[in-house]
């Protein structure tokens, strides 16, 4: 099986999709999940700002949130992994969207800011 990734660019930004989907498939196999679905999507300012306000009560634009679906536990066998969605904002992140697209995967496995989330960042951008 293989990582699904459903890539949405409503960013008014041309993106490259196949390396997007080429990323997030390399770390999330360096992480250990080979076959799941993942959500990626590309957005404008106006709306992470929104989105950074309801969800977590900041009211400013932000170049990445990831809104994680467990799916590890009961899962009859085949059942792909519901990952869930990594959300990046080019107008925050100007070009180099690599950065906050790896953050937003290590947070939709389970991983929080400290010394060992920025390792494994350092690690899967290179």
């Known amino acids: 099986m293989t990582v699904a990734v459903e890539i949405d660019n409503r960013s008014g930004r041309e993106v490259d999709e196949p390396a997007v989907a080429a990323l997030a498939r390399k770390v999330l196999a360096a992480e250990g999940i080979e076959d799941g679905e993942l959500g990626i999507h590309f957005v404008e300012a106006d709306e992470i700002r929104r989105l950074k306000r309801e969800h977590l009560g900041v009211d400013e634009p932000t170049d990445a949130l990831a809104f994680p679906i467990d ?3 009961g899962l009859p066998a085949g059942v792909p992994r519901q990952l869930g969605d990594a959300i990046v904002c080019p107008d925050v992140v100007g070009e180099d969207w690599r950065g906050p697209l790896v953050h937003a995967l290590l947070h939709l496995l389970g991983h929080d800011h400290g010394a060992e ?6 690690i899967h951008r290179q």
């Open 117 to 122: 989330m920025e390792q494994r960042e350092r």
């Open 71 to 73: 799916g590890r536990g």
